[in-house]
């Protein structure tokens, strides 16, 4: 009944031959050894200017410039310009992988296959974040997910779909959340500087449109990747020179005053942190210790491949092998279901905490999520 954690314990229910698959989640389920995971490599770059238009070039990276001294209190106030500097993004505007598919379809010719006959040398496309969600799922116990598979000539496209409850929590944010997700980006904004050797300008707008992404293609245990992820900005003096590993990730959080206050930072964010930074191959996680005042009362860098070693102390705490074991017997579980090759036909994957995954089809409906013009373009 139980197979290797590569393939992950799937189960039908009862005896029902017909009944549909489910994948369990349980953390313990996935505890053996790290799995393959190949050093992850960027094969192209592309940018969202400021009306969140596409460009297939590196025009909005921005570069590393922290303050000179690296002492406890850079004096950035992370409120000002708020709301009257800040230009958000359109979140009722759903993207799905259109920015990511019109690189690909852009740079199909490099991306072939040279054996399998199929338009694209990846099992799995795309964004990092919808990776993210999925590495951090077993020790998740609050947010669900949705995830829209299709398989298109050879290649499984994940695009996900916002939950019913991630949508009311949205509309209902509240203004102190509303002001706390600026604050994460006027802290770049402190940060970042728009030459290699230049420096912050942090009387500017803060616009969230803005993206630089970086496109990387690597491999889980029997599983190809090619995924998107948004990079905060590059350290052009890292002592890891070229990309993926030169980038850097920027993160605020609250300042921590106690230890049980950092165990539970450690237990709790930090595997967000380290999900969304290790998949890419981004080497640094610089924090942003906010204060009570909306002021940064200090900063730390953290190394994302020493990340384990903080954790591994407390032996209740997260497991990284547990995060890629069940990522890969997900991705497992996806390539098992979803066998027909139709740009029209959507697998729902569904989980919330406390439950396996399992999945709906459905055919020519709403939630078909690959354009038109990339069919054609790729079916050329
Ligand atoms: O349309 C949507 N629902 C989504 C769009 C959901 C998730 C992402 N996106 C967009 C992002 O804007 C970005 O351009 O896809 C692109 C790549 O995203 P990703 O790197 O795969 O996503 P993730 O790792 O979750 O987020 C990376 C950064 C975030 O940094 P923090 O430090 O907060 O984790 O992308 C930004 C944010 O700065 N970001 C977004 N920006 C605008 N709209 C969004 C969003 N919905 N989600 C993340
Ligand atoms: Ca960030």
Known sequence: EREGPQDGPIKRQKSDPKAPLTLPVTASRYDAPFPFYRRPAEIGRFSLDAQRCYHGDARQLRYYAPPPTEGPSPGFDLRDGYPDRYV???????EGLDHLLRWVAQNRKELQAEDKGRPLNADFVTWRGHLTKILTTPYETRDGWLLAVSLFRGSLYVSEVETEAAREQREQRSDLLKELTYMGYKFEQYMCADTPDGTPDPSGVVNTNEAF????????????????????CTDPRSP????????????TTKVMHSLAHRKNFYRQKMIKWWAQSFLPGVSRIVAGYRGPDGSVVGLESFETMKIFQLIREDPSCWKPAVCMNFCAAFLAFVKKVVTEDNPKLVHLFAWEPGHPISYTVHRDSDHIFLPDWYVETLSA
Request: charged share 35%; aromatic share 8%.
């Open 88 to 94: 958000k993004r359109d979140e009722d505007v759903r």
């Open 213 to 232: 992404c970086t496109v990387i293609r690597t491999r889980l245990g029997t599983h190809s990747l090619l995924f998107s992820g948004e990079v905060d």
């Open 240 to 251: 890891w020179p070229d990309p993926p590993s030169c980038y850097v990730e920027l993160k």
